[in-house]
């Protein structure tokens, strides 16, 4: 499973129509956004890493949010929905696991996933939030997200009895909320880290508690 934003980024640059050069472009301009911050990255500083003049960068598009733009679609449209189909795709079905130890195993995935590609993540979520074209968009890809196999797991458990009878989304609020409890200091205290393993199960084992039958 290829849980790496920025190489996924590159893979979906590879299937659009467009130049060697443009490429170069976004891939750099997405290594500094995610570093540096947008606003702390200038076109200079994205031609130099690119390999390419400054004028090229101009060329290919009008401004710098212009540039943001045209990094963030394919990491919106693309990437985000390759990121979930694997993992979607990766869940294993119940051999005996009792819920807790599923519900750990999918949180630690996550979270890991988020670690992985914090500064990534940094710049998608800033952006999200200050940007409404982009929110937009995220809504967007959110809503279509692969979420079945999952709903079919809540509900073998449900069956179970180890899984209050709660609605999918319910249950996935939960989930999503324990887990940004953790992650969100992290995406805004760039020096605060985390023990991932011990924060999935202390999670969880908190999350047990409210989603018993």
Not at 72 to 92: M, W
Not at 135 to 161: D, I, S
């Amino acid at each position: 499973m290829n849980n790496n934003i920025s190489s996924l980024f590159v893979e979906s640059l590879n299937e659009l129509n467009i130049s060697e050069r443009q490429k170069s472009v976004l891939q750099a301009s997405l290594t500094l956004f995610s570093e540096q911050g947008f606003e702390n990255t200038s076109t200079t500083e994205i031609a130099q890493l690119a390999g390419v003049a400054v004028g090229t960068v101009y060329q290919q598009f009008n401004n710098k949010e212009g540039l943001l733009q045209a990094v963030l679609e394919p990491v919106i449209t693309e990437v985000i929905p390759k990121v979930a189909s694997e993992f979607a795709n990766g869940i294993q079905a119940p051999q005996g696991p009792h819920f807790t130890e599923f519900l750990q195993n999918i949180m630690q995935d996550r979270m890991q996933f988020v670690i992985d590609n914090l500064p990534q993540i940094r710049i998608l979520v800033r952006e999200t939030m200050v940007n409404q074209k982009i929110r937009n968009q995220m809504k967007m890809e959110l809503a279509k997200l692969p979420f079945a196999k999952l709903k079919e797991l809540f509900v073998y458990y449900q069956e179970q009895g180890q899984l209050v009878d709660w609605e999918f989304s319910r249950i996935l609020r939960a989930i999503i909320g324990a887990m940004c409890s953790y992650l969100v200091p992290l995406i805004f205290e760039p020096n605060k880290t985390i023990d991932v393993a011990k924060a999935s199960q202390d999670a969880a084992e908190t999350l047990i508690k409210g989603l018993k039958p």
